[in-house]
């Protein structure tokens, strides 16, 4: 269970009230997937820097099965986050940004060489595999990203508006990769607007407003309720 309890922050060179102060207070199960809306500025992206580990909260704790997460830096907590864009590295060809995943020393063994090439062929992307991310369609890098993030196989997968700008058949595709991720147990954030996502991957849904993401204010979508996880 990944339990963010009153995770409190505030952007520091800013005076209190000038920004709004942040408060975060949820519970995530393994293979379950809430996703996250909210206004332009209400703290999407502050809260995934928080379970990052990019950002420090001023308080609240923030656990994995009751371990300590805010002790480890990003690299150490089991997380892995995929953002709407730049997430690859430009100078890394495409087997190999995704390959990252399995090795993050870039020495692929030849079996997870195999496992990159089934997993680009998977998501549409097998005649590519040497190009350079510049060479890809903005479709084409997201699918390259979210594949990375997914042969990773962290237990907490954060995903920031992955899907948006995508086609339908490129979307469903993808969903099944994230769906196959929550069926191996992995705790899955969707920070997302989209209705056809949240109806297609959340089991709960919430609402962030002015900052604060509650459990106790959780805004469960009826539908998505229904479906259970
Ligand atoms: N580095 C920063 N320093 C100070 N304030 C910041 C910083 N980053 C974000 N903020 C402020 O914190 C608030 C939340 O920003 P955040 O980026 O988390 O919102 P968001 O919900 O992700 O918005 P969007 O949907 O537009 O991406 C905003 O008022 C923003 O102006």
């Known amino acids: 269970?990944?339990?963010?309890?009153?995770?409190?922050?505030?952007?520091?060179?800013?005076?209190?009230?000038?920004?709004?102060?942040?408060?975060?207070?949820?519970?995530?199960?393994?293979?379950?997937?809430?996703?996250?809306?909210?206004?332009?500025?209400?703290?999407?992206?502050?809260?995934?820097?928080?379970?990052?580990?990019?950002?420090?909260?001023a308080s609240g704790s923030l656990t994995w099965h009751g371990q300590d997460l805010l002790a480890r830096p990003p690299w150490e907590r089991g997380i892995t986050t995929v953002f709407q864009e730049h997430n690859l590295f430009d100078q890394l060809p495409v087997w190999l940004n995704v390959g990252l995943g399995l090795a993050p020393d870039m020495r692929l063994t030849r079996e997870q060489r195999a496992r990159v090439q089934a997993?680009?062929?998977?998501?549409?992307?097998?005649?590519?595999?040497?190009?350079?991310?510049?060479?890809?369609?903005?479709?084409?890098?997201?699918?390259?990203?979210?594949?990375?993030?997914?042969?990773?196989?962290?237990?907490?997968?954060?995903?920031?508006?992955?899907?948006?700008?995508?086609d339908e058949v490129t979307r469903s595709g993808l969903w099944d990769l994230?769906?196959?991720?929550?069926?191996?147990?992995?705790?899955?954030?969707?920070?997302?607007?989209?209705?056809d996502d949240i109806e297609a991957l959340a089991d709960r849904c919430a609402r962030l407003d002015s900052g604060r993401l509650d459990s106790g204010r959780l805004r469960v979508d009826a539908s998505a309720q229904a479906r259970g996880s």
């Open 119 to 166: 997993g680009l062929a998977e998501v549409g992307l097998a005649g590519l595999h040497d190009r350079l991310p510049a060479e890809l369609s903005g479709g084409q890098r997201q699918r390259v990203a979210l594949l990375r993030a997914l042969l990773r196989a962290s237990p907490i997968l954060l995903l920031d508006e992955p899907f948006s700008g995508l």
């Open 1 to 57: 269970m990944l339990e963010c309890r009153d995770l409190i922050f505030h952007y520091d060179r800013f005076e209190p009230g000038e920004t709004p102060d942040f408060s975060f207070s949820f519970r995530l199960a393994p293979g379950e997937c809430l996703s996250v809306a909210g206004p332009s500025g209400a703290g999407k992206s502050t809260l995934l820097g928080l379970l990052a580990g990019f950002l420090e909260p």
């Open 178 to 195: 994230v769906r196959r991720q929550k069926a191996a147990g992995a705790a899955v954030l969707l920070v997302s607007h989209d209705r």
